[in-house]
């Protein structure tokens, strides 16, 4: 049982200042009667709930895909860069979302923000090893001997011996790769590559778990998950 001013709150109707004007108007029906107390509990996922007349759909959680861009810190705050959630119109950012997992602030890509704890909590596991591919421009041009390398694990500078990873070669491009990683140590991605004698200039995530980055978002752009997506990410509950 939740009060009614925060569902509605919840919900993207304003402020819970907003919504106690909103509910002295008398345009708020539960199950068919007026109510007009905002600190009436109720089950959200049960009450059918009108505003003036049309009915209100109940979201506690909010999980976006972004298209994270360049010179954007993956935080909720930061003293001197901007962050993915300044780029989150008022309507998402309502529910708090936090990014899941840190993307390089010169990285790109897919970035999960949510304000769902839990399923954060289950993506980062390094016992999930959920998979996450990235495309990665080379200063010099790839070997074909980093993909044996990299399936075997590499040796990172601080003695780290990293998972098993997939690297793809692309024949038109040889300072273009694909790498699928199953772990999420800082920076891994580059110290990869600096491992085997390389580095890499250019780097976006283009898949999270089993979905690929949406091609349609530009830089900074941003949707939420179908309901599709999120049974590939093992969200069940949306609200
Ligand atoms: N690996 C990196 O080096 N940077 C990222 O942002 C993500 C993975």
Redesign the pocket.
Known sequence: MERLDKILAGGGLGSRKEIKQLLRTGGVLVDGQEVRDPSLHIDPAAAQITVFGKPFHYQKYIYLMMNKPDGVVSATEDNRFPTVVDLLDEEARRFAPFPVG???RD?EGFLLLTNDGQTAHRLLSPRKHVP?T?LAQLAQDAQSSYIAAFEQGVTLEDGYRTLPAQLALDENNPRQIRLT?YE?KF?????MFEAVGNR?CY?K?IRFGSVPLDDTLAPGEYRPLSAEECEKLGIEETI
Do not use: A, F
């Not at 920076?187 to 110290?191: F, M």
């Open positions: 840190r993307l390089d990285t996450k990235y990683i999420g920076h891994q991605v580059k110290r890499v780097l995530r």
